[in-house]
Every structure is written in C-alpha cells, then in structure tokens.
C-alpha cells in the first residue's frame, strides 16, 4: 500500500459513503474517478434529506404551523452555513439557485436588465477565458447578442495556463465585466485571481467568478478573492444535485434588478406594478430548493468537520502522485499543466490515438469510473487540437490505490487495443 504525506484517514472517511462499496461488472469494486462531475455523498447528507422529508416537510417563510416553521428554520439555517463556509460578510449575500449555470446566468440577466453603472450594452465589454465551462461562456454570448456588447476572451499557453500576455489590451475601460473559472474543470488549473481582480478593478468593471471546481477542495473566501459575485454548485461538494449558491455583495444585489419574477420574491403585487423583497429573496422566485438546501447545509458540516485546509492537503498529495504515475503510462499527454503545483484534483489526458470514448468503455469493465469526452469545454479541445479527453478527478475519499489501478486500467486499454 502506498503511503503518501498529507493524506486523509480514508479508510475511516470511505465508510461514510455507501457507494463507494457497490461493484460492478461480475463483482468489481468500483474506483470513482468522476468527483469533479459529481461528488459522492456521505450518509450524514443522505440522513438529513431523509429526515426533512419524514419529519419537516413543508413550503417554507409563510406557513405558521410547526413543520412549516421548522422547514423555514432549517432552510434559512443552510444559509448561515453556507455563509460562514464562503465567509460572507452577511447571510443575506447567499442566493439558492438549482446550479452554478443557474447562479451565472442570473448574474448575466441582471447585467442586461440593469440601470447605469452596471448595465452591459453595445458601448460595452465582456472578459472570460477560453477554458471557461460552457456555463460560463454560453450566458456571456446570450447576453452579447442581446445587447451588442463585445465578446473578448483570455487564450490558453501551451501548458495549460491563462496567457496573460496582454492583458491590458483585453480588459480596457470599456469592460463592464470579468467572468472567469478559479480553478478550470477540464485541466486543474488554478488560476491567478489576484492579478485579473486587480486589473478588473483598475478599469471599474465588475468580476465574476465561477468557483464550482474550487469550493469543493479548498477554503472559499469570497472576501479575499474581492470579487463581485462567486457562483458555485452544491453537487460537486458532498451535497445533493438541484442546489447552488451565488454570492454577491449586498449593495450590488440591493441595486441589481431580479432575473425570475413569481412568489415570495416580490413585497407588495398590484395589477399595475409590484415591488420586491430585500436579497437575498428578491433572487428565489417561486418555492425554493428547500431539501436540497437542508442537504447542502448538512455537506457544509461535513467537509468543515474534516477541514478545507486537510482536503486540500489530501488532494494535493493525491493529485502529485497521480501527474508522477501517468507520466509513466507510454502514448500518454496530460492536457494542462503537468506539475501538481498550483492545479486542482483534476487531470485530463489523451492515450495515443485510442479515442477518450474507448477509454472509458474498457476502463468501466474494470470497475473504474472516469469521464470522457470534451467536459462542456469544448474551446480548450479545440485549442490542443484534440476530439476529447478522458478525465480523472479526485476528491476526499480517494486513495492512492486507486490512482494505481488507474494506471494499471490504461495498461490494459493499451494492450487492448494493441
């Protein structure tokens, strides 16, 4: 058994995740290798979902019987959670949305929509990056339709970084907006927040960050980062699917229009007109995701009762020896940086020219469980010049033993295909 420093206590940490001791295909154990998809879940979020819905089910903020005002308090207790764990300044800089496509296309729409200073129009900017998720590119494109304002982008190095190169003449005075990726779900690259913020805020516009792949593994301080609004999903954090978080600073939201109208987010509704509820209400049209939240609180406890700054460890020291294990599989290209240093626990790659697709299929009849294809990318494919990849990605509970029968799954698929 490999021994590596930093690691987690995953013997104990893997029982609290049922999954992880399903088998496939005639008795497999299954290996997951798809945490940067979606995360398993620990039964500590499993027991909570089950508890609301036996014990507190009900519509939340206007019942005043006693299950209602329990599904309210423990709604609204999910918001101080998330709001401790990102280290917002107030709970009510918290919005629940179904996802982090959701969280950034109401950022997007309420640019759109918006009065002077913050309006995006034809006069205006947009700044992403070329390994954006298309959720972060699609909304920005939709918005530059609408309004006419122009699309510019960060491009990519040869080793998987942000080419910042020119970085003065994409972010100009006309730029109202800086949406860009903390840590890229297809490589792992973790990019240089500090040095785009700080340009970004020299020209007054606005920075939107998409920390779906970062809130997971590392301590998420939206205050440090100073950014406008941080938008992550719940899923891909122990918690359940169905549930996101946007972040965004109280005199923004106060100022911003909503993006979905219905109940709850409004004050007062006349056939002429209506007003709105204070953030973070004014943003959670309708009935919210109400056990989904609940679960996402009880992920919150999870990971804060084992500690950011140890996942974090463990997954550098996982992700350090698995670079250092690939390397040494003939025919293989990690697409992205190839140092453990300042990347996330994700790693694509490219196995000769066996495509991504056959990859998977032989790895799966093995029991290991990774990801094939362009991973809604497709721009960084494109700029390496390949179809896919196939993408490894690690999280708490995984262990060196199974970066050892990945590597030992790509023996295979070699000699399966001769």
Known sequence: MTILPGLLDT???RKDFPILDRTVHDGK???????????????????????YYERHNANVHRGVYTIAEEATALY??????????????????VIFTKNASESLNLVANMLGWADEPYRVDHDTEIVITEMEHHSNI????????????????????????????????????????????????????????ETIVRR????????????????????????????????????????????????????LLEDLPPFLGGGEMIETVSMHSSTYAPAPH??????????????????????????????????????QYAVRRLQEVPDLRIIGPTTAEDRGATISFTLGDIHPHDVGQVLDEQGIAVRVGHHCARPVCLRYG??????????????????????EGLEHVRNFFG
Not at 35 to 45: H, L
Not at 76 to 93: H, Q, T, W, Y
């Open 76 to 93: 609204e207790g999910a918001r101080d959670k998330v709001a401790a764990f990102i280290n917002a300044p107030s709970r009510d800089e």
């Open 386 to 407: 390949i179809p896919a990849t196939t993408r490894a990605s690690f999280y708490l509970y995984s262990t060196p033993g199974e970066v050892d029968a990945l590597v």
């Open 138 to 193: 699609v909304p920005w494109q939709l918005l530059s339709q609408r309004t006419g304002a122009k699309l510019k982008w960060f491009g990519l190095t040869d080793d998987g970084r942000l080419d910042l190169s020119n970085i003065d003449e994409i972010i100009t005075e006309k730029t109202k907006v800086v949406s860009f990726v903390l840590v890229s779900n297809i490589m792992g690259t973790v990019n240089p927040v």
């Open 282 to 319: 004014k943003f959670e049209a309708g009935t919210p995701p109400i056990a989904q939240a609940v679960g996402l609180g009880a992920a919150v406890d999870y990971l804060s009762s084992i500690g950011m700054e140890n996942i974090a460890r463990h997954e550098h020291a996982i992700t």
């Open 11 to 13: 013997e104990a940490i």
């Open 200 to 251: 970004a805020q020299e020209v007054g516009a606005l920075v939107v960050i998409d920390a779906s792949q970062a809130a997971p593994h590392m301590v998420l301080d939206v205050q440090a980062l100073q950014a406008d609004f941080v938008a992550f999903t719940g899923h891909k954090m122990c918690g359940p699917t169905g549930i996101g978080v946007l972040w965004g600073r109280q005199e």
């Open 29 to 51: 154990k299954i290996v997951y290798l798809d945490s940067a998809a979606t995360s398993q879940k620990p039964r500590q979020v499993l027991d909570a979902l089950n508890a």
